[in-house]
């Protein structure tokens, strides 16, 4: 149980495309979503959550209309990475928070989306 | 200071030796803790998860809590090279986590 899926693994794009991310639970609904950043030999760096039906929360510096985050339903969250530069590109990786997990904080990962801006 | 210290030093060792990570954090609000483990250019996996002090264990994975000393431990005991990857430590409360910076671990057959 508890997995979460990531759409597609890999990206490559040229510089100034904009390219979507999609997170999915595929076996319990999520009402919390996140989506991280990780460089080489980096920890995971929070940059929005993700709540169902509402406007993401970002982290301080993220720029929220350079990475737009819809979270369409109970199992469904997008990344959309607009205009991207050779700087956005690193490990995307979302994370899901099973809805009936009451106080638990743990949050199941997807597998990552590597994305290179060329 | 940040909210959760991991030594990031690469740790070789052979197999069958135990394998001790550990991780410090400032922050006492947090309340729950976790190891995930990473496989190179793949998602995190959730490996243990507590929410008290003292030792629980899974297999043979061994995760140490001391809230006093706001220390936490990750041992492996017997340790196998499909043990090769990093590992995090995770401090969660109010809704969010604060991960440390992963330990590189290598277990040389």
């Known amino acids: 149980g508890a997995v979460v899926s990531q759409h597609p693994s890999w990206v490559i794009c040229k510089s100034g495309t904009s390219v979507k991310i999609e997170c999915r639970s595929l076996?319990?609904?999520?009402?919390?979503m996140f989506w991280y950043r990780q460089f080489p030999k980096q920890s995971l760096m929070l940059m929005a959550t993700?709540?169902?039906?509402?406007?993401?929360?970002?982290e301080q510096g993220v720029e929220k209309d350079k990475f737009l985050i819809n979270h369409a339903s109970l199992t469904l969250s997008t990344l959309t990475v607009t205009s991207a530069h050779p700087e956005d590109s690193s490990f995307y990786i979302c994370?899901?928070?099973?809805?009936?997990?009451?106080?638990?904080?743990?949050?199941?990962f997807g597998p990552g989306t590597r994305l290179t801006v060329l | 200071q940040k909210e959760v210290e991991q030594d990031p030093g690469p740790l070789s060792v052979p197999e069958g030796a135990i394998v001790s990570l550990n991780c410090t954090y400032s922050n006492s609000a947090f309340q729950y803790f976790m190891w995930y483990r990473q496989y190179s250019r793949k998602g995190p996996e959730l490996l243990m998860y507590t929410y008290s002090s003292g030792n629980k264990e899974d297999g043979r994975f061994t995760a140490q809590v001391d809230k006093s000393s706001k220390y936490i431990s990750l041992f492996i005991r017997d340790s196998q090279p499909s043990d090769s990857a990093t590992y995090l430590c995770?401090?969660?409360?109010?809704?969010?986590?604060?991960f440390g910076k992963g330990n590189q671990v290598v277990v040389i057959p």
């Open positions: 076996d319990f609904q999520a009402t919390t």
């Open positions: 994370s899901a928070r099973p809805e009936t997990s009451g106080s638990r904080v743990e949050q199941f």
């Open positions: 993700s709540n169902e039906g509402s406007k993401a929360t970002y």
């Open positions: 995770a401090i969660g409360g109010n809704n969010r986590l604060a």
